[in-house]
């Protein structure tokens, strides 16, 4: 069943969720919506707001549902001072006998990773735009902050690991991340949704990290560090 979304983001998911609450009518940005807290079940359970424009057959699904009812959800995720939001773009019946949870994010790496405690993972931040409709008409350009862990685990076709890609990509990378929606706790015991990576593609370098031009000076080209920064065709799950 069709949504029409009132959010545009490099951010989607589709996954099966348990509606947690009957769906109620708010205003979210200006827009009228059905919404209701849902959670991405599993032996670690993510929770999220999933919502569905007013007046699409998706909402009208979404008002039909009861708490435990179980939906497979395809659609934009973005991050707010409500948590994780799920604006649906298809939402169809499932059950409790399914589990589906992918996301891809496609954005710009941030500072360098940090090393869990164990060494055995570790985390970056990523930088997604997302753009909105504002209540007068206006597009507004938002910026969301994903988490994004890597373990340690290695390829067995290439010898290399997540980490090491997640780690070793340059600053302001474009790069795009498949992986799944984690849940875990900060400092203060408050949840917060972590991507965890399966796959890694670099679109385009960042500047961080770039050496000099070892053939300055020369009559030479194909060293200049742009050449090193062209869009990578290596394969996703290099």
Known sequence: TLAKPST???????VLVSVGATPVAN??????????????????????V????????????????????????????????AGTILTAGVICSATDQQFFN???????????????????????????????RDPS???????????VRANQGKNPSSGTTMMDRLGNAAKGSMVQINGMLIQRLNKQEKPYVEVLARKLKVHKRGGGGSRPDPAQGLKVAGYEPEAFQEDDDMPANW
């Open 27 to 48: 205003v979210a940005d200006g827009i009228e919506v059905m919404e209701c807290m849902a959670q991405i079940p599993g032996s670690d359970p993510v929770d999220l």
């Open 137 to 147: 008409g206006e597009f507004q350009t938002e910026t969301d902050w994903f988490m």
């Open 50 to 81: 999933l919502r569905a424009r007013s007046g699409t057959k998706g909402a009208d699904l979404l008002k039909q549902t009861n708490s435990n009812d179980h939906l497979l959800v395809s659609g934009v995720i973005t991050l707010d001072e």
């Open 8 to 14: 545009s983001s490099v951010a989607s998911a589709t």
């Open 102 to 132: 992918e996301i891809v994010l496609v954005g710009n790496l941030a500072r360098e990773g940090t090393p869990s405690e164990s060494g055995k993972s570790l985390r970056r931040s990523m930088a997604v735009d997302k753009v909105r």
